[in-house]
């Protein structure tokens, strides 16, 4: 059933059943996503003018990463903060783009969620406009609603996520969306302005071997031991690999999310503790591909297991297909990496 468009099926529509099916809801978690389909609607449209409306290229500054800002990275990153803030649904954000957590100020109510956010993954592609994306993750507070939020609410273990996704800017624009009922993936219509439900229930095989791989293999001589000889058998005559590497995150794990495959960020001699953002894009798309059925670790460990210790933490990934991120973690423990 995937992929086939479904016009009876909205986001709103989704939300809403959902929500009836759990007769505890306060229509906190329903309002939160509403408020996020609409900003990104806000940054689709924005991203696909960026051209016409003087949104390319980058500010000058550099952010807390020590990357340069590009104009979108701050549209996106202001634009969703400001669709949330009001709505008395979360009481709490962090972003890869700021430095410390933004918390709810206090003229708005302090709601019951915490929301973690890349506003702008693959954002070095926005001036040749490749596939970019938002990340994000959804938390239950710790503190008591109603009170200000404090960094114990946002420093938190992958495995306290309750909802988790991504919006693709691409040829279309897809919110995926996934919670313990499952990952869904819902496609926006420009013409009505709706998210219309395009790919349910998405799943991974967890035995299937399909053969894709994803990586940067300009960094392959700074890889761990064992890694570099496993990638370059995949590549052997007769063995049927094939790679695919779009060189952002969001686009690359959407593709094989929707096709099957692994995709791999190791750490290297320059960066040894890795790379990507624990809690803006390892934590947000291991819950995906875990409530899909796939599995991701740090080489070693569970991603969703690891506890954070700072806010802009940065881990190695391989994620994907559950019998390709097994065979990865095996070589690597058995090269001793």
């Known amino acids: 059933m995937n992929g086939q468009f479904d016009e009876g099926i ?24 509403r408020q996020l389909s609409l900003a990104a609607r806000l940054v689709s449209n924005r991203v696909n003018r960026a051209g016409l409306a003087g949104m390319l290229g980058g500010t000058g500054d550099v952010n807390v990463q020590g990357e340069f800002v590009q104009k979108l990275d701050i549209y996106a990153n202001e634009t969703i903060k400001r669709a ?7 009481c709490a954000m962090a972003s890869e783009e700021d430095e410390g957590p933004y918390f709810v100020p206090e003229r708005f109510y302090s709601g019951r969620y915490v929301f973690h956010m890349d506003p702008l993954d693959g954002s070095s592609n926005i001036d040749v406009n490749a596939t970019i994306g938002t990340i994000f993750a959804i938390y239950r507070r710790r503190s008591e609603e109603g009170t200000p939020a404090t960094l114990d609410d946002v420093l938190r273990p992958g495995r306290d996520i309750v909802a988790a996704g ?61 890694l570099r000889e496993y990638v370059e058998s995949l590549k052997a005559p007769g063995a049927g690999w094939r790679s695919r590497y779009i060189g952002s995150l ?36 291991a819950y ?31 994620i994907g297909n559950r019998v390709h991120v097994e065979d990865i973690t095996r070589v690597l423990a058995e090269a001793g990496a």
């Open 166 to 226: 991504y919006v693709i800017y691409g040829s279309g624009t897809i919110i995926v969306l996934a919670t313990d009922a499952g990952v869904q993936g819902f496609t926006l219509d420009p013409a009505l302005g709706e998210f219309f439900l395009s790919h349910p229930d998405i799943r991974l095989q967890p035995e299937a071997r399909t053969k894709t791989y994803s990586v940067n293999e300009g960094y392959a001589a700074s890889w761990p031991p064992g």
């Open 10 to 33: 909205t986001l709103d529509r989704f939300i809403y059943e959902t929500t009836r099916a759990h007769p505890t809801a306060t229509g906190q978690f329903a309002t939160l996503l």
């Open 84 to 90: 949330l803030e009001h709505a008395g649904c979360v």
């Open 250 to 285: 969001v686009a690359d794990f959407h593709r094989n999310l929707i096709t099957g495959g692994v995709f791999l960020y190791p750490a290297t001699k320059k960066n040894p503790s890795g790379k990507l953002r624990v809690l803006f894009e390892a934590f947000p798309l």
């Open 288 to 318: 995906v591909v875990e409530k899909a059925g796939g599995a991701a670790t740090d080489g070693r460990r569970r991603i969703l297991d690891i506890e954070p210790t700072h806010l802009h933490q940065r881990t190695p990934l391989f």
